[in-house]
Every structure is written in C-alpha cells, then in structure tokens.
C-alpha cells in the first residue's frame, strides 16, 4: 500500500480509466473541480509496485465536529479481492491518523444484494447503513437506473424504449427541436435555464462558476454540453461526463416554455447515442427516489428509456470517534431537512 505521489499520477490515470469500475468521481480531474477538500489516493499494488486497486478520499473539516473522510464511487478494484481491501482499509487508517479524522465515508457503486462484499468489508472493521431512501440520506444517489450500452448498437437500445418514449424523442425532432454541441460559452444559456428549473423544481443549483470550473479541468474529453433549441432558442440543456467505459447523466435543466416539444427525451437520446458511439459499457442517468414507482415523473421518465432500475449498497463507513460521528450525522441529517423546508416553502 502506498498512498499517491505526483510521481503516480500518470500511471493512477491510466489504472482508473482502464479499469471496469472506473468512476469520474474517483479521478484526478473532478478532485481539480471540488477545490473546498482535501485529496488524498490510496494505492493497492503488487509485488512489481504495479497498482491493482484504489480509493480517492476527500478530507474536509466540518466546524465543531473535525475532519471526515469520504469517498464517492470508490474503491476501484476487484471488489471481492480480501488482500486489495486490506491494503486500501489501512491506507484509510493512516490516513485518519494523518487528518485525525472521525470518520471515513464510502459510497460505493456495488449493488446491494452483493453479499460477498459486504461480508468482506464488515470483516475489515466496517459498517453498512442501507436505509436510505430519499435523495437527501445519502451524498451520492443511491437508487439509479443503469443502461447496459456494450457492444449495442442504436437500433437495438432505441428498440427497447417504452413505446411512449420513442415516440415522445420522435415528437421533438417532428416539431422542430435541434439539438447542438456547446461550448464553454453556452454554459451562460444553459446556467440561466438551471436556475429556473431549480426554482421549478426546488433545489439548489450551482454557481455558473462551478461549471466553467468543470469544464476547465475536464475538457471536452470528458465533458459535453449539449443544448436543445426551438426557433433559434435555447430551451433544454445537459451535461454528459465521459470517462473510462462510462458516460453518465450529471445535470439536466429545462426552461418553462416549450416542455411540450419534449426536448429532454431527445436529449437522453443524444446522449445515450454519445454513449454507443464512444463504446461505453454503461450509460448512467443517475438518481431517482429509492421507491419503485410509476406516478413518479422522474422515475417513470428514466425508466422509459428501458434501463435497469440499481440499487447500490449503502454507506460504508469506520466511525474512529463513534460518538462524535454519531452527533454529526444527526445536525447533518437536520441540516438536509430544514434546507429541504426552505427549498418546499421558497417554492410555494
């Protein structure tokens, strides 16, 4: 085990974006975007030094409390390798002393019913909470829908559809909807649109700051901006990210006007085509509620595009100061509720 040197981070690039559980979360690029923590990668290698597993960690200090550990989509590895995960768990302990951490944090991307991790990890000294439910329990969305994109071609996705989905991506190319590549400019038009669906929608959104911070460390390798237009006029607009054998669905926004011209349909398309096109295994279209249900807008509008409803298995953690985390996650989950209040009654 060793924890990353400059002198690693081209051979750590290339593990990640070679490995099949690559995740855009773990890379270098998106630790550049989230400039308020601290970095630090632990690296599993072999006998040759060659690296074989890893975990992104990012340090913050929260007042009161101290510094937490906590890493989204990690550990990249063979995830049922014993050995690798001991090396990565005692990184995270060395760690923890470095930052004298109270917690370390992982939100994994492994499936729920996957028994045999979660045999491993609670043998290594962690702990699994799985009862979330809800888009605030968690940092990372804990329910998605996934689409297996290997070696698929168009026809064959497209074909899956519901039928009202295709007919609905039908619909906005019929009425006129175009769809173009942005760049870094276009972040303006699509920031504007990303305000009024929050105010919509009731979320916060993020700063226009925040995206041309993405789009300056990600590049056009592994972002697009992919803007839908109606008359000349900017209506609907999304952020794909590209990485490894992965695309995924970051952010979406849509404009008040013209939501009958169903430019998000045809924009889920262009990017499940992006997908096809760049050989991913998986499109992601990321978080939906933790409930299996068709009167939800957003879950039966994900669903539709014939993707496999994920589960993934909660939050992984070591509690080092068990007490003193045990307070935090009660003023955080407080925190997420009153924010949710203001959001409800800002709306109204």
Known sequence: MRILTKSDEEEYTRFLENHERCN????????????????????????SKKIIGSLMVWIRKIPM???????????????????VLKQITEGAKELAKKYKA?????????????????????????????????????IQPRHVFRLDTKDKTEDEIFKNFHQKTRYNVRLATKKGVTVKDGTKEDLKDFHKIMVTTGIRDGFITRSLSYFEKMYD???????????????????????????????????GASSNEHRNLMPNYL????MIKLAIQRKSDIYDLRGVP????????????????????????????????????KMYKFTEKLFRTIRALKLKFKKA
């Open 65 to 83: 409390f101290g510094n937490i550990m906590y890493s989204p989509r990690g550990p990249v590895c063979d995830i049922h390798n014993i050995e």
């Open 267 to 270: 924009l889920q398309w262009e």
């Open 102 to 138: 109270i917690v370390i944090r992982i939100e994994p991307d492994i499936k729920t019913d996957d028994t045999t991790f979660r045999d491993i990890m609670i043998n290594l000294g962690y702990s699994i909470r799985d009862d979330g439910k809800n888009f605030k329990d968690d």
């Open 24 to 47: 855009f979360q773990q890379s270098l690029e998106w630790s550049k975007v989230k400039t308020n923590w601290i970095k630090e990668v632990i690296l599993a290698e072999d006998s």
């Open 290 to 325: 933790g409930i299996e249900d068709d009167s939800n807008g957003l879950y039966r509008f994900k669903k539709g595009f014939g993707a496999e409803y994920t589960e993934f298995v909660g939050e992984v953690y070591i509690a080092f100061k068990p007490l003193t985390y």
């Open 217 to 251: 460390e990600l590049g056009t390798e592994h972002m697009k901006i992919l803007m839908a237009y109606y008359d000349g006029k900017p209506i609907s607009g999304v952020i794909p990210i590209m990485y490894g054998n992965k695309t995924w669905y970051l952010y």
